[in-house]
């Protein structure tokens, strides 16, 4: 979900190839106090869109003049797919989630923002007054967009075999919105997945992915407020710098907030990887 004009960060390492794979949706496009917002269940999501099969809106994809409110689109927010959940100082985030097959309403974004993705899927793309596009996004990978100046409507369609699942999280306020440091150090355990903070435009933010095998430790330095995302959840031992530690499980699929650095270790006590997505908020 990002403006075909705007200049992609293509990321290095690991996520080079994961970064051309969401480029299609894109292009239409611990320690603190922590708080976990669950998925609704499942059976609860299903919503009928039969409006949006209708032969009329085919059109819309090719239309150089985005159609009034009344006629044919809403705001992000109203859209049956997406559901607002958390609503802070820093961040709105907005997660969408619908079968295969299904389609969203056209809808429109205009406030800076960058997608998490939970589960990998095949999309197509309808951007107003932009040609459609059809891409696979890939779970544990982020992209974004600058829509405060190159707002969009578009729809989503899902045309693969699985959910289409993830976050748009609106960045709202960064109390430093110039970065003055660089990213963190690619390892063995962490990478750099998302990174606009050479744009001229929009508000800056850097992603990253981190994970621990089944059985593993790795030690992290997180300088920074963050919102933690998690992919792949498992049962954990986080150990800080002091030796302080405790035991939680991370369920898939929640986010949390996280408003002091961290410098330690997490360990992964379950039986299959424990994958995170982490936003560097300054």
Excluded at 19 to 25: I, K, N
Excluded at 169 to 190: F, S
Excluded at 223 to 235: A, D, H, I, T
């Amino acid at each position: 979900r990002i403006s075909t004009t705007m200049p992609m960060t293509m990321p290095n390492g690991k996520n080079g190839a994961i970064a051309v794979a969401a480029v299609g949706f894109a292009a239409g496009a611990c320690v603190g106090s922590v708080v976990s917002w669950f998925l609704t269940k499942e059976e609860n999501l299903e919503t009928g869109l039969a409006h949006s099969e209708d032969p009329s809106w085919l059109s819309r994809g090719k239309d150089p003049k985005p159609p009034a409110k009344d006629d044919g689109w809403v705001e992000v927010y109203d859209e049956p797919y997406h559901k607002t959940e958390l609503d802070s100082k820093y961040c709105r985030v907005v997660r969408f989630r619908f079968p295969a097959g299904k389609r969203t309403l056209f809808h429109r974004h205009s406030v800076d923002s960058f997608f998490c993705f939970f589960e990998s899927a095949r999309i197509r793309n309808e951007q107003l007054g932009k040609p459609v596009v059809e891409a696979d996004v890939t779970a544990g990978t982020s992209n974004g967009a600058c829509y405060c100046s190159s707002p969009i409507i578009h729809r989503i369609s899902n045309i693969g075999k699985g959910w289409m699942h993830g976050l748009d999280v609106e960045i709202k306020h960064t109390d430093n919105p110039d970065y003055k440091t660089g990213p963190l150090p690619e390892t063995e355990n962490q990478f750099l997945i998302y990174d606009n903070t050479k744009h001229p435009h929009g508000k800056k933010m850097r992603v990253y992915n981190l994970h621990v095998d089944a059985g593993k430790k790795a030690r992290f330095s997180l300088p920074f407020s963050r919102l933690v995302m998690c992919e792949k959840g498992s049962n954990i031992r986080v150990t800080k710098s002091d030796g302080s530690s405790f035991d939680t499980k991370r369920i898939p699929h929640t986010y949390w907030w996280e408003s002091n650095g961290f410098e330690g270790t997490i360990e992964n006590l379950g039986d299959s990887e424990y994958v995170i997505m982490v936003a560097e908020w300054h």
